[in-house]
């Protein structure tokens, strides 16, 4: 079971909603993924006009647990507002903060989102701020009380996968709260690595929703992150620099 703030979910495989083909692709991936919890921009949603068209109109939302994300927000105090415009919607007390300071890489802004982050939490939010794979900024954002942090593995949408392992394995190590790698992931690969790293959880968008088959992506993602976390529980042999027989040597006839 993966434990962030007061919720608990059954699976560590968070999905993004946007970019979907259609909405027939979009539920039948949401489906076969086994989520539990659906993010989304708070941006893209009409939240106080209910008869403008919903781009969650075929998934049955009361199955999910909906985790706004603040992606829009130039500053601390924009992505504030955009939490409570989610919150006063009656959405999850959870809040996504991503705070873009890069429009060519995409990276998020390290000193807006610490401010994000000390702010939201004051207002009583669970807060899972998205960051890059910055060890220091990792634990300094665990140090004012964040509920799980999200680091990058390679530019979101990129699909690179995880271009630097010894900081990420860094970050995790050092976790006092959950990790959910976020942005990069391009393959099942990709998400076993992340979850044999140690991670918590992961949360992809592009790599299911870009794909040829969303759909069977989506399956593959949720096969890959349920063996690399088992993987990672069972502790993996020590690599060697020589070979070693798998049968025993002693007492042969």
Same mark, same amino acid.
């Given at each position: 079971?993966?434990?962030?703030?007061?919720?608990? !979910?059954?699976?560590?495989?968070?999905?993004?909603?946007?970019?979907?083909?259609? !909405?027939?692709?979009?539920?039948?991936?949401?489906?076969?993924?086994?989520?539990?919890?659906?993010?989304?921009?708070?941006?893209?949603?009409?939240? !106080?006009?209910?008869?403008?068209?919903?781009?969650?109109?075929?998934?049955?939302?009361?199955?999910?647990?909906?985790?706004?994300?603040?992606?829009?927000?130039?500053?601390?105090?924009?992505?504030?507002?955009?939490?409570?415009?989610?919150?006063?919607?009656?959405?999850?007390?959870?809040?996504?903060?991503?705070?873009?300071?890069?429009?060519?890489?995409?990276?998020?802004?390290?000193?807006?989102?610490?401010?994000?982050?000390?702010?939201?939490?004051?207002?009583?939010?669970?807060?899972?701020?998205?960051?890059?794979?910055?060890?220091?900024?990792?634990?300094?954002?665990?140090?004012?009380?964040?509920?799980?942090?999200?680091?990058?593995?390679?530019?979101?949408?990129?699909?690179?996968?995880?271009?630097?392992?010894?900081?990420?394995?860094?970050?995790?190590?050092?976790?006092?709260?959950?990790?959910?790698?976020?942005?990069?992931?391009?393959?099942?690969?990709?998400?076993?690595?992340?979850?044999?790293?140690?991670?918590?959880?992961?949360?992809?968008?592009?790599?299911?929703?870009?794909?040829?088959?969303?759909?069977?992506?989506?399956?593959?993602?949720?096969?890959?992150?349920?063996?690399?976390?088992?993987?990672?529980?069972?502790?993996?042999?020590?690599?060697?620099?020589?070979?070693?027989?798998?049968?025993?040597?002693?007492?042969?006839?």
């Amino acid at each position: 079971m993966l434990k962030i703030g007061q919720h608990t !979910f059954e699976s560590h495989l968070f999905l993004g909603t946007g970019k979907f083909e259609n !909405f027939t692709v979009q539920k039948e991936a949401v489906e076969a993924s086994g989520t539990n919890v659906l993010t989304f921009a708070v941006q893209r949603m009409n939240i !106080f006009e209910p008869q403008q068209p919903n781009f969650l109109e075929q998934i049955n939302v009361q199955d999910y647990t909906l985790l706004p994300n603040t992606a829009g927000a130039k500053n601390a105090e924009e992505a504030v507002r955009i939490a409570k415009l989610a919150q006063a919607s009656g959405l999850c007390d959870m809040v996504k903060v991503e705070i873009i300071g890069c429009a060519k890489t995409l990276l998020p802004d390290p000193v807006e989102t610490l401010r994000a982050t000390e702010m939201l939490l004051a207002e009583g939010f669970t807060v899972l701020p998205y960051t890059s794979d910055d060890v220091v900024l990792a634990r300094k954002l665990q140090e004012l009380g964040c509920h799980a942090v999200m680091p990058g593995a390679s530019p979101i949408g990129s699909g690179q996968g995880i271009i630097n392992p010894y900081n990420l394995r860094h970050i995790i190590e050092q976790a006092t709260v959950p990790v959910i790698v976020d942005a990069g992931l391009g393959s099942a690969k990709d998400a076993a690595e992340a979850m044999e790293l140690g991670a918590n959880g992961v949360l992809l968008n592009t790599a299911v929703s870009g794909a040829r088959n969303p759909v069977l992506m989506a399956t593959a993602m949720k096969l890959a992150v349920e063996a690399g976390r088992a993987s990672y529980e069972a502790g993996r042999i020590d690599k060697r620099h020589y070979a070693m027989p798998s049968s025993p040597v002693a007492e042969l006839l």
